[in-house]
C-alpha cells in the first residue's frame, strides 16, 4: 500500500518560532537495537519532555509484514527530485490508524527506500504532529518504534509543532544501504485522559548529523506518514 507522501522543502522553517511540546513518551531519544549512530540532534530547548514509559517485552512481528515488505517502494515525483530528496516512503499495511483513550496501542509500517545508487549513512528518524491535531492541547500520545519485524520497541520522541521539525527527537540512525530499504514499525496508544484528536503522523528520516540551518545537509532524507486519529470509545 502507497502512503499519501507529504514533502517538506522550506528552509524558513528550519529556523521559523514554533509553538511545541512533547508527549509522554519523550525523554532521552534511545537507539534502535542495532544502531550504527545515535543522536537527539536539533532539540529545540523550547520543548518540554515527559519521562516516557519502560520498552515493552518483545513482540510477534506484523502479520502484515511479508506482504508489506514485498511491495516495490514508490517512485520519486519531478518535484521531489528537484528538491533533492533522496529518501521515499510508503505506510502500510492499512491506510491509517485509530487509537482510544485508554485503549489497545495500533501499530503501522513504514518503509524508507533508498533512491540512489550510494549508501546513505546515519539516517534517524522523527515523528511529528501539528500542534493543533488535538485542539492545540497536549495529545497525550505514546509513540514507540521497532525495526520490523522483530527488534526491540524503542520509546520516540513525538514532536507536537506548527512547522517542519525534521531534527528534534531524530534517533535510530542507521546506514541505508545502496538502493536498499529499511522498515520501521511504529506503536501508537492514548492515554486514559487523551483528548480527541485527529491529523497526520509525519515521519522524517535525516542525517543524524545534519545542520538544522542547512538545508541543502538535511536532504539525506526525506518525509511520510500516515493518517492518526484520536478517538473516544472502543
Not at 519485524?149 to 509543532?161: H, N, S
Request: charge should be negative.
Amino acid at each position: 500500500m502507497r502512503a499519501d507522501r507529504r514533502w517538506a522543502g522550506s528552509a524558513a522553517a528550519a529556523a521559523g518560532a514554533v509553538m511545541l511540546f512533547t508527549t509522554a513518551c519523550a525523554g532521552p531519544s534511545a537507539p534502535a537495537d542495532g544502531v550504527t549512530g545515535d543522536s537527539s540532534p536539533g532539540a529545540s530547548a523550547s520543548a518540554t519532555r515527559t519521562p516516557g514509559a519502560p520498552a515493552a517485552v518483545k513482540s510477534s512481528p506484523n502479520p502484515g509484514f511479508a506482504d508489506f515488505q514485498a511491495e516495490p517502494c514508490p517512485e520519486l515525483t519531478d518535484d521531489e527530485k528537484n528538491a533533492g530528496y533522496l529518501i521515499t516512503m510508503a505506510a502500510g499495511p492499512r491506510e491509517g490508524i485509530t487509537v482510544h483513550p485508554g485503549g489497545e496501542p495500533q501499530t503501522v509500517l513504514v518503509k524508507l527506500c533508498n533512491t540512489t545508487g550510494e549508501a546513505l549513512p546515519g539516517i534517524a528518524l522523527s515523528a511529528q504532529v501539528e500542534w493543533n491535531y488535538a485542539g492545540e492541547r497536549p495529545p497525550k500520545l505514546t509513540v514507540e518504534r521497532r525495526e520490523a519485524p522483530d527488534g526491540d520497541w524503542r520509546p520516540v520522541e513525538l514532536v507536537v509543532a506548527n512547522d517542519y521539525q525534521p531534527l528534534t527527537g531524530a534517533s535510530g540512525a542507521r546506514d541505508l544501504p545502496a538502493d536498499g530499504t529499511r522498515i520501521v514499525e511504529y506503536r501508537i496508544s492514548a492515554a486514559e485522559d487523551a483528548p480527541a484528536g485527529s491529523g497526520r503522523l509525519s515521519i522524517h528520516a535525516v542525517r543524524a548529523d545534519a545542520d538544522p540551518f542547512d538545508m541543502e545537509d538535511m536532504r539525506g532524507g526525506g518525509n511520510g506518514g500516515f493518517p492518526l486519529t484520536t478517538a473516544p470509545g472502543e
